[in-house]
């Protein structure tokens, strides 16, 4: 079991080994001139003194009879120009041909102002960057503990392993659940707080902020000697996905109503990343520290697990977590969509097994049922759409 120890504060900025982002707000203050008590302001110059009133009304007046010439040629200008390259086109045309284009017109502003509205009525789907930053800021699901400095660093194994090769080597040798793992960094002036942010660029793909000392191109040049550099985040996340690597974690699929005991244990210990170890069909391997960073749903469920006891039960045995769904509510011709999403956050509806109604869904026995065949994309997707609502899943459901 890993000792929690005291985060240190996250926050996204340049990137290791990449360009530096940063944003900025630029916040505006309005300036009115002070008004007398009884009476107006006065105009006054360094050169001449204070004006007169009746001069001051006339290059008031000036001033803005040449600002309305200005502003009136403007907008004929441009004014004139589109309606003469409108006419040059059209004046060929049918009329029937002019009012399509009109149609058209029409149909890409209502779908502009329908998009607008959308992305108001709903929040922004999280990314796989942001939910990653969340697992390593609360620690969710953690299989391994760092010790660098006399401080520990919860973390998980498969992250680390998949993004950089210096933990794929240290790691390989300390397979199981909880492993307390004691770093030797030979790189110069590294601290925890350093510690902490190379982590947190493992987890994000981006450097933290609150070390400056790892903007600086001499210090990125000794930590990528020592722990050597890693490709992008996706990149990684979908090798992750394929290869599945120290998975911790087995989707089964029952047609039963009512569940059976979710919380067994089977397989080889999943420190092995060998593809030929011998699991039923019917189960997936996934990743707990993944499963719980995208879903509430899954991590509700796995910490439920934690605090029962019986997280500790698999960790003495090195056994993975076998997750037990209905298929009634989350098909399983679906878990591969469902997956490769949370690892790459793309939705990919040719991953939907095509498989006999008898094995189907219970979408399609009652497409089947009804005498409509086989469902279609769009049914599919929506079938999806209420998956992903269930699972509290926003990138499956606007992907």
Not at 83 to 93: A, D, H, I, K, T
Not at 208 to 216: K, M, S, V
Request: hydrophobic share 35%.
């Amino acid at each position: 079991m890993g000792v929690n120890a005291s985060s240190y504060p996250n926050s996204c900025s340049p990137r290791f080994g990449g360009h530096s982002q940063t944003q900025q707000t630029f916040i505006g203050t309005s300036y009115a001139p002070s008004q007398g008590y009884g009476g107006e302001s006065k105009l006054y110059s360094l050169e001449h003194g204070m004006d007169k009133p009746q001069d001051k009304k006339k290059k008031s007046s000036s001033l803005a009879t040449l600002k309305r010439r200005f502003i009136k040629r403007r907008k004929s200008g441009r004014s004139a120009d589109h309606s003469r390259q409108m006419r040059e086109l059209l004046s060929g045309w049918d009329v029937r041909d002019v009012n399509a284009l009109v149609e058209e017109y029409e149909g890409t502003a209502a779908l502009k102002e329908l998009s607008v509205q959308a992305g108001l009525a709903r929040p922004e789907a999280r990314t796989l960057q942001q939910d990653l930053a969340a697992l390593y800021q609360h620690k969710y699901c953690t299989d391994v503990d760092l010790i660098f400095q006399d401080v520990c660093f919860p973390a998980h194994r498969a992250i680390l392993v998949a993004r950089c090769p210096f933990f794929k080597t240290l790691l390989s040798s300390s397979p199981g659940f909880g492993a307390e793992v004691l770093l030797d960094v030979g790189t110069a002036g590294m601290d925890a707080a350093m510690f902490s942010s190379l982590l947190h660029y493992l987890y994000t793909g981006e450097l933290g902020a609150e070390d400056a000392r790892l903007q600086n191109v001499d210090v990125l040049l000794r930590l990528s000697e020592e722990f050597g550099t890693p490709n992008t985040l996706e990149a990684d996340m979908r090798n992750l996905c394929e290869h599945m690597c120290y998975y911790d974690s087995l989707l089964s699929f029952s047609s039963d109503s009512e569940l059976v005991e979710p919380f067994g244990a089977t397989g080889p210990p999943p420190g092995s990343s060998s593809v030929s170890h011998s699991i039923p069909e019917e189960e997936l391997r996934a990743h707990k520290a993944v499963l719980s960073a995208r879903s509430p749903f899954f991590r509700n469920l796995l910490q439920r697990r934690i605090r029962t006891g019986e997280e500790i039960t698999e960790r003495t045995l090195q056994t993975p977590t076998r997750i037990v769904l209905d298929e009634s509510i989350i098909p399983k011709k679906y878990a591969c969509v469902i997956l490769h999403c949370m690892y790459t956050d793309a939705v990919d509806l040719s991953l939907v097994l095509r498989s006999s109604p008898s094995a189907g869904s219970l979408g399609e026995v009652q497409a089947l049922v009804a005498g409509r065949g086989c469902m279609s994309r769009a049914e599919e997707a929506m079938e999806l759409y209420h998956i992903a609502l269930f699972l509290e899943f926003s990138m499956l459901a606007q992907g």
